[in-house]
């Protein structure tokens, strides 16, 4: 692991959503998800309702079940309903629906709740960490990355 790289812990989306809300202020943001390569897209357990997918299925054009079986799985352990993911060369592992080439939603319009309001608060602890890095490596594309 390069020196330049640190540990974040990854935590549940909905539950940082819920104590994030409890915070939040109605300020400018003080990050940029433009500029983010979608880190908290990459969070393990990313929670959607019956409605989320009812709105995946209507922006794909295609009946509730088909939007339920390929873009969610439930998580037995949680025992919730969750975005499916797909490979990513940064974190791991990432969002079924996120463009890991040009790093960005792909159903920006249809997304669920969760991805709406996250990270809630005027302040996203991964994009601070992202600027620090960058300007360490004087590369403002440069991906932080939180594996050990
Ligand atoms: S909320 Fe934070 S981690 Fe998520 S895309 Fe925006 S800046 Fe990146
Ligand atoms: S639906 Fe879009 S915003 Fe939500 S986790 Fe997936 S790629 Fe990210």
């Known amino acids: 692991m390069p020196a330049t790289q640190r540990r974040i812990i990854p935590i549940k989306l909905v539950t940082a959503v819920t104590a994030a809300k409890k915070k ?3 300020k400018k943001p003080a990050y940029d998800c433009r500029k983010c390569p979608g880190y908290c ?3 393990p357990l990313i929670e959607v ?3 989320d997918v009812a709105r995946l299925a209507k922006h794909f054009e295609i009946t509730y079940e088909q939007a339920e079986k390929r873009y969610t ?3 037995k352990s949680e025992k919730a309903i969750a975005l499916r993911r797909q490979k990513d060369k940064h974190f791991g ?3 079924k629906m996120f463009d890991t080439k040009k790093r960005q939603c ?3 319009e249809a997304r669920p709740g969760v991805c709406r ?3 809630v608060a005027k302040t996203c602890g991964y994009y601070d960490f992202l600027e620090f890095e960058r300007d360490q490596q004087e ?3 440069f991906v932080a990355t939180t594996n050990s």
Do not use: G, L, Q
């Open 93 to 95: 592992h990432i969002c």
């Open 24 to 26: 939040a202020k109605k």
């Open 117 to 119: 309001e996250y990270p």
């Open 106 to 108: 792909t159903v920006y």
């Open 139 to 141: 590369d403002k594309k």
């Open 41 to 43: 897209c990459s969070y």
């Open 49 to 51: 309702n019956k409605r």
């Open 73 to 75: 799985r439930y998580d």
